[in-house]
């Protein structure tokens, strides 16, 4: 199974950007049946949980995401993406996307940069 992140970038504060994590390698009733989530790590800092969703849709946020940022995904395309609004310097990482399969198994993908100016 891979993972692969797309759709960071340099964006100006209040700016959106739009990140994509498409996984292969897995059939579509795991990936259907899997949590995904997005994760980021900023310089000198912790990895910390910016969202998730469970195969049944349930979603979690960080509370300083919430009302921003939007978790979604496409199991057709096997596809989870974080519409991400209202930038903030503070939202400068290197996010990463999770899978966490029915079987218990969990895989990363590389990182994908955002950073915002203020």
């Known amino acids: 199974v891979q993972l692969q992140a797309s759709g960071g970038g340099l964006v100006q504060a209040g700016g959106s950007l739009r990140l994509s994590c498409k996984t292969s390698?897995?059939?579509?009733?795991?990936?259907?049946?899997?949590?995904m989530g997005w994760y980021r790590q900023a310089p000198g800092k912790e990895r910390d949980m910016v969202a998730t969703?469970?195969?049944?849709?349930?979603?979690n946020y960080a509370d300083s995401v919430k009302g921003r940022f939007a978790i979604s995904r496409d199991n057709a395309k096997r596809t989870v993406y974080l519409q991400m609004n209202n930038l903030k310097p503070e939202d400068t990482a290197v996010y990463s996307c999770?899978?966490?399969?029915?079987?218990?198994?969990?895989?990363w993908g590389q990182g994908t940069q955002v950073t915002v100016s203020s």
């Open positions: 390698g897995i059939i579509l009733s795991d990936f259907s049946g899997s949590n």
């Open positions: 969703m469970t195969f049944s849709g349930r979603t």
């Open positions: 999770n899978i966490i399969r029915p079987s218990g198994s969990e895989h």
